[in-house]
Nanobody
Framework: VQLQASGGGLVQAGGSLSLSCTAS????????LGWYRQAPGKQRESVAH???????IYADSVKGRFTISGDNAKNTVYLQMNSLKPEDTAVYYC???????????WGQGTEVTVSS
């Protein structure tokens, strides 16, 4: 199973981008869908997660601006990013957690650049 992320690009501050990530195969017993990001010189950080059957969780830095959604049946997760800021510039990675052992699956990353 591979995760394919898309939708990154270059946008001006205040603009919007929409990311999506789809699994190429079937992942059973998905427990969570999420997005992480890693800016140059920084550690990877959590951006937003959907706990299946539970809440959506957002990093404080993106609350009110980003919206995560998912289609478990299609093994797809989306991230709508509005009011983008230069500090949102990073490579964004999608993440699925699934299975009895809570296996993690990662996308290849899609780059988001926000110009000031």
């Amino acid at each position: 199973v591979q995760l394919q992320a898309s939708g990154g690009g270059l946008v001006q501050a205040g603009g919007s981008l929409s990311l999506s990530c789809t699994a190429s195969g079937t992942i059973s017993n998905v427990k969570s869908l999420g997005w992480y990001r890693q800016a140059p010189g920084k550690q990877r950080e959590s951006v937003a997660h959907i706990i299946i059957g539970g809440p959506k969780i957002y990093a404080d830095s993106v609350k009110g601006r980003f919206t995560i959604s998912g289609d478990n049946a299609k093994n797809t997760v989306y991230l709508q990013m509005n009011s983008l800021k230069p500090e949102d510039t990073a490579v964004y990675y999608c993440n699925f957690v699934a299975g009895y052992s809570s296996d993690e699956y990662w996308g290849q990353g899609t780059e988001v650049t926000v110009s000031s």
